[in-house]
């Protein structure tokens, strides 16, 4: 019976460094929630402290209602799929997969039943009595996968399952995976540093730096509407401009840039927007224009690169260095005068760091 | 089909090196079927008697049984030691201080005579301990080092992810030790045992201290022998102990193949 998981409060050290601090995630009945982060960011510590490799300082891990802190790992029934498939190198494909059913108690007869029906949910039963190392890198991780899933845990966890596969591989694999577990309706918490791997797979996506989530929410939030400056770089917000409000005009907002130009932004859009704020951008969020009245941030622009669908400036500001895509009608040669003008459905206004 | 060329020289070398490895066997054996009362290459006539020989003297025969019966005993404990060992080494290789690991490996860094004057004076004199005990404590810090460092180094390539997937899937640690490393690291063991049984065996250095009225091993009653007698007896116990090697191969030949001890 898949169950709901609760983390509340949860560090860990390694000697005496912190590597976790306070972290509290909850995930529903069903849904798959990644972490994602850089190495080292306290993502696969996270998940080793929920399958119990790792024992924390302090908080508490919670299955449904069964409290799994304490819990030894051999008594905590979640599936778990590596990174390096981890499959038992002197056991054939049909063994492995029975392995956890072994270990239950199930008879053999059963057991091989159960195996066998897995193995064909993943398409590898020619495959059963062959040993895993006659195995390709992808039948390896779907062997991993059903024996993980043939134990019906209340929780499964992938630790960067997929990032020793081909780029295509990868993305048929993480497809199989969301559809198996959206069929079974697992819990699941996936972790990778994968951001595209992450967003496409994920309910929900927690993004870890330094041992915290710095935001947790759904892909769509997050590419959208990040918190604060690091997800916003995370996602691709490349240009992070300070400003100051100086005029509110009921939910008109004047705002000053570095360099003392004016902006006007509308809280309609982006809500309540603090006398102090960082306006963040992708490249796409910041258009390029010449008209001398035009309102924006002057800059000079630097080298042009082709993107295919626009041409991109990294262009020298006031601000710092600002990148900015524009049209493809109207090549501007470097060094030349320009406007950069935030477009405002692709800005979104975070607090100061 | 496109045959290479094979150099004179090389193949004239390669023939010095069998007949340099080999030599000294082939001339134990003939000397061990020569039909006179000395040690002589090529053998004069024909015989089996110095084999029956061996057994006629009784303290062949016993050294034959106390050394077969320390080398196994003595490489049974060294590995009850030395994998627990070797798994503790490389499982906890981060926790763990880097000299420990040295610290199993120091009796092959002590010359051997030094290790049997040591255990006589602290152990079976200091002591007082049967001379039996004192020679399977001696052969087994003998060999323990192999033990060690042959099973570390199947275990260093031993993926331990693949331990935590089986706890995940409910199995104790304990007993995931037996099902699910020990089979994967097998090559090791037995690579192990047979090295520590070899070397067991052939001690010489260590043994000669340890040994005392009435209880002796093979090695040390060869050389006992040898300082009385210069019949062909000894030869045809080399024989025996040659045949002993060749069983042990031809045992692992058949159930492993021989290419695992080159891993």
């Known amino acids: 019976m898949t169950q709901a998981l609760t983390v509340q409060n949860l560090t860990a050290h390694y000697g005496a460094t912190k590597v976790l601090e306070d972290l509290s995630l909850s995930v529903g009945k069903g849904e798959l929630v990644s972490l994602l982060g850089a190495s080292g960011c306290g993502k696969t510590t996270t998940l080793r402290l929920i399958a119990g490799f790792l024992e924390p300082t302090s908080g508490s891990i919670r299955l449904g209602d069964k409290d799994l802190t304490r819990l030894p790992a051999y008594k905590r029934d979640i599936g778990l799929v590596f990174q390096n498939y981890a499959l038992f190198p002197h056991l054939s494909v049909l063994d492995n997969v029975g392995f956890g059913l072994k270990q239950r108690g199930i008879a053999p007869a059963e057991r091989e039943k159960r195996a066998k029906a897995m193995l064909e949910r993943v398409g590898l039963s020619p495959l059963a009595d062959r040993l895993p190392g006659a195995l390709s890198g992808g039948q390896k991780q779907r062997v991993a996968l059903a024996r993980a899933l043939v134990i019906e845990p209340p929780l499964l966890m992938f630790d960067e399952p997929l990032s020793n596969l081909d780029a295509k591989l990868r993305v048929d694999m993480r497809v199989e995976i969301r559809q198996l577990q959206r069929a079974n309706g697992t819990t699941s918490v996936y972790v990778t540093h994968d951001q595209e791997e992450a967003f496409s797979i994920s309910d929900r996506v927690a993004i870890m730096n330094a041992g915290r989530i710095m935001q947790f929410d759904t892909p769509e939030m997050l590419y959208q509407r990040p918190a604060n400056a690091f997800v916003a770089r995370f996602v691709g917000f490349e240009n992070l401009v300070p400003m100051k409000v100086s005029a509110r005009d009921g939910e008109t907002v004047t705002a000053t840039t570095p360099d003392g130009s004016q902006l006007k932004l509308s809280q309609e859009r982006f809500g309540a927007i603090p006398d102090a704020f960082v306006l963040a951008a992708r490249a796409d969020g910041l258009a390029v224009s010449t008209d001398p009245k035009a309102e924006g941030i002057p800059a000079t622009l630097g080298l042009r690169t082709y993107l295919g669908r626009a041409y991109q400036y990294q262009s020298d500001t006031a601000a710092g260095m600002l990148i900015a895509n524009g049209a493809l009608s109207s090549p501007l040669e470097p060094g030349s005068a320009a406007k950069l003008m935030p477009v405002p459905d692709q800005c979104c206004v975070l607090q100061p760091e | 089909?496109?045959?290479?060329?094979?150099?004179?020289?090389?193949?004239?070398?390669?023939?010095?090196?069998?007949?340099?490895?080999?030599?000294?066997?082939?001339?134990?054996?003939?000397?061990?079927?020569?039909?006179?009362?000395?040690?002589?290459?090529?053998?004069?006539?024909?015989?089996?008697?110095?084999?029956?020989?061996?057994?006629?003297?009784?303290?062949?025969?016993?050294?034959?049984?106390?050394?077969?019966?320390?080398?196994?005993?003595?490489?049974?404990?060294?590995?009850?030691?030395?994998?627990?060992?070797?798994?503790?080494?490389?499982?906890?290789?981060?926790?763990?201080?880097?000299?420990?690991?040295?610290?199993?490996?120091?009796?092959?860094?002590?010359?051997?005579?030094?290790?049997?004057?040591?255990?006589?004076?602290?152990?079976?004199?200091?002591?007082?301990?049967?001379?039996?005990?004192?020679?399977?404590?001696?052969?087994?810090?003998?060999?323990?080092?192999?033990?060690?460092?042959?099973?570390?180094?199947?275990?260093?390539?031993?993926?331990?992810?693949?331990?935590?997937?089986?706890?995940?899937?409910?199995?104790?640690?304990?007993?995931?030790?037996?099902?699910?490393?020990?089979?994967?690291?097998?090559?090791?063991?037995?690579?192990?045992?047979?090295?520590?049984?070899?070397?067991?065996?052939?001690?010489?250095?260590?043994?000669?201290?340890?040994?005392?009225?009435?209880?002796?091993?093979?090695?040390?009653?060869?050389?006992?022998?040898?300082?009385?007698f210069f019949d062909p007896t000894i030869a045809s116990v080399s024989v025996l102990l040659m045949l002993l090697t060749v069983a042990v191969m031809a045992i692992v030949e058949r159930t492993l193949g021989l290419t695992f001890l080159a891993k």
């Not at chain 2, 023939?15 to 039909?35: Q, R």
């Not at chain 2, 060999?143 to 995940?168: G, H, N, T």
């Open chain 2, 1 to 228: 089909m496109m045959t290479s060329r094979i150099h004179p020289l090389l193949i004239l070398f390669t023939v010095l090196v069998y007949i340099f490895l080999m030599g000294p066997l082939i001339i134990v054996l003939g000397a061990s079927v020569s039909d006179t009362t000395y040690l002589t290459f090529p053998p004069q006539g024909l015989t089996l008697r110095w084999f029956e020989n061996i057994f006629a003297i009784s303290a062949f025969k016993r050294t034959i049984i106390t050394s077969l019966e320390l080398a196994f005993l003595a490489t049974g404990l060294a590995l009850l030691i030395g994998i627990p060992a070797a798994y503790a080494i490389n499982r906890y290789r981060i926790k763990l201080p880097t000299w420990l690991s040295t610290v199993f490996v120091l009796p092959i860094l002590v010359p051997e005579i030094v290790l049997g004057f040591s255990l006589l004076k602290s152990v079976a004199v200091g002591m007082d301990t049967p001379i039996f005990l004192t020679l399977l404590v001696g052969h087994m810090l003998l060999v323990l080092p192999y033990c060690v460092r042959v099973v570390s180094a199947s275990l260093a390539s031993f993926d331990f992810s693949i331990e935590e997937a089986a706890v995940s899937l409910g199995s104790p640690p304990v007993k995931t030790f037996f099902t699910i490393v020990l089979p994967n690291v097998r090559s090791g063991v037995i690579a192990a045992f047979i090295l520590a049984f070899i070397t067991s065996i052939n001690d010489v250095s260590t043994s000669l201290f340890l040994t005392g009225p009435g209880v002796s091993t093979l090695p040390i009653q060869i050389l006992a022998h040898v300082e009385q």
